[in-house]
């Protein structure tokens, strides 16, 4: 029989011990203990409140973590484990399960399961046979009334809606850290902290209460860390917050003029130069580069002039396809007024008689040219002999002139010579 307390939380199977003089412990009860009380105060709670418990007991996992970790690695084979003990917990007339040989990781599933159950277990025997047995005892009140399956169908689903809320929270958390630098991201090719640094001078000597710390991060980015500028230097996290925001405007108009990075904003870091939190994760936040830089008049384009008599691409690209489709009709016309003969023979012999008409044409003209070009041989001929004997008659007149010129001087110097 089972002895119970008042409350019927407790449970305890006794024997019976009544006969025809004494009852027994058929009138015997338990006393209830400290969790008797907790649940009575419970329930008072509830009555009170208006709460309804069977409301609130569908997300109660009766399980261990353990059981519950155990039972995700291999959930076919915990399923028949569980069934197993499910029969003999309602089966009053069994005491013992014993559970064939098994790894001693499955042994330690059926030990944590045991425990939930409010059973007894126990390993027994030496390896390969080292087996697990389960007792029934005196807490032992009945099995659990949900399965392993659906336990933890409730935890996945109390994770996946935990994420967003702690997601959330984290979030918050995040935005709630103070800015303590810059964040420069696709900084320009080959730039180099000493030109950075040298940039950037004019505007970061602005704040002397400030040393700043330049680093190149894996991600290529770079960060330009704010802190005090001597450890006497007393300023806090608001300040240099204040401080960095104050001087971002000029920062981000020197860093786009000078083109050393596509974009600025400021940046949370803790002591590994690990980013926490970034301006462009914040609601309405103007894309990283200040009001004066993203306000900026774009740059004007002056009007393409096309120089003197040159021609446009469009034009010269018409001129072209003119003159293509303008050899293309002359070439179709060509091809339309060529005449398709019947005879090919016939065509072929005609061909032949024109070419010998031309060659005894061409024969004929070539000897009348010859004839003609004898006599102007013959002609060229006479003249030039012709020319020689007006030369030769020349020459002798010359002659001529020249004797009696000799005589008359030879006369007259005899004459002189005499008188």
Not at 258 to 264: C, M, Q, V, W, Y
Not at 373 to 378: E, F, R, T
Request: hydrophobic fraction near 35%.
């Amino acid at each position: 029989m089972f002895m119970t307390c008042e409350c019927q939380h407790l449970k305890q199977e006794v024997k019976c011990n009544a006969s025809k003089t004494s009852e027994g412990n058929t009138k015997k009860i338990l006393e209830c203990d400290d969790e008797c009380a907790r649940l009575a105060r419970n329930h008072k709670l509830a009555l009170a409140l208006n709460i309804d418990p069977e409301a609130h007991k569908d997300d109660h996992i009766p399980y261990s973590n353990d059981t519950l970790k155990m039972f995700r690695e291999n959930v076919k084979w915990g399923q028949t484990q569980e069934r197993e003990i499910r029969v003999f917990a309602a089966d009053e007339t069994e005491k013992r399960l014993r559970f064939k040989p098994m790894q001693p990781h499955q042994r330690a599933f059926l030990h944590s399961l045991s425990e939930d159950f409010g059973l007894d277990s126990e390993s027994m025997d030496p390896e390969p046979y080292r087996h697990v047995a389960v007792f029934k005892t005196p807490r032992f009140v009945m099995a659990p009334m949900k399965t392993l399956a659906e336990c933890v169908r409730i935890r996945n689903s109390a994770e996946t809606s935990s994420a967003p809320i702690a997601e959330t929270q984290k979030k918050l958390q995040a935005n709630n850290e103070i800015y303590n630098g810059f964040l420069l991201s696709h900084p320009r090719f080959g730039l180099t902290l000493e030109e950075l640094r040298a940039d950037c001078a004019a505007s970061l000597d602005t704040t002397p209460d400030l040393s700043y710390d330049i680093s190149f991060l894996p991600s290529e980015e770079i960060v330009i860390k704010a802190r005090p500028v001597s450890s006497s230097t007393v300023i806090s996290s608001s300040a240099i917050e204040a401080s960095l925001k104050t001087l971002k405007v000029s920062l981000s108009v020197s860093i786009s003029s000078r083109h050393l990075a596509t974009s600025i904003q400021l940046c949370a870091l803790d002591n590994s130069l690990n980013i926490t939190r970034r301006e462009m994760d914040d609601p309405g936040n103007n894309g990283g580069w200040s009001q004066v830089a993203a306000k900026a008049a774009a740059p004007r384009t002056a009007p393409m002039q096309t120089a003197i008599g040159e021609k446009s691409v469009y034009t010269v690209l018409g001129s072209k396809l003119r003159d293509a489709k303008k050899k293309r009709e002359e070439m179709k016309k060509a091809k339309e007024s060529e005449v398709v003969v019947d005879d090919w023979e016939e065509e072929m012999r005609k061909q032949e008689e024109a070419e010998e008409k031309a060659a005894t044409d061409g024969q004929t003209h070539k000897g009348m040219s010859d004839g003609a070009h004898g006599c102007a041989i013959v002609d060229e001929r006479d003249s030039k002999a012709l020319e020689e004997k007006e030369t030769d008659a020349e020459f002798t007149e010359q002659k001529m002139q020249e004797l009696d010129l000799a005589e008359g001087l030879h006369s007259q110097l005899s004459a002189d010579a005499v008188g």
